[in-house]
């Protein structure tokens, strides 16, 4: 038997853990959920193990994570290339209209003669 593993949770906290038995969410998250609570109930990680039919190492290494992130999700978010790629047009876009709008205040110029090419030569 390993060091008893105890967790604490506000009433908000456990509120939300117990709020998620009712979301659309995988079963496997409900049930760590229900593991950190149990815990928090004062269920031992022997009991709750055989409750879930899980081994002890699992349950401790649920209730670890819990202690180290909350609910957080520890698992770092992924950006694919497509998506990447549309954020980078759309930043660069951005950038251009700030850049065209500060010239336009700066010389003082209105919209038809900041386009006109022809006016910026010899600057």
């Known amino acids: 038997m390993g060091a008893r593993l105890r967790i604490f949770l506000t009433q908000e906290q456990d ?12 079963q496997k998250v409900k049930d760590r959920a229900e593991v950190i609570r149990l815990n928090a109930h004062g269920w031992y990680v022997e009991k709750i193990a055989a409750h879930f039919n899980w081994n002890e190492k699992t349950v401790r290494k649920v209730l670890s994570k819990w202690k180290n ?40 110029l209105k919209n038809n003669q900041a386009r006109n090419p022809d006016f910026f030569v010899g600057f």
Not at 15 to 26: E, G, S, W
């Open 15 to 26: 509120q939300t853990l117990l709020n998620l038995r009712k979301q659309d969410v995988p």
């Open 69 to 108: 992130l909350g609910l957080e999700t520890g698992r770092p978010h992924h950006v694919n290339k497509q998506s990447l790629f549309s954020i980078e047009l759309k930043l660069m876009s951005l950038t251009l209209a700030y850049c065209e709008n500060f010239r336009r205040s700066l010389w003082g």
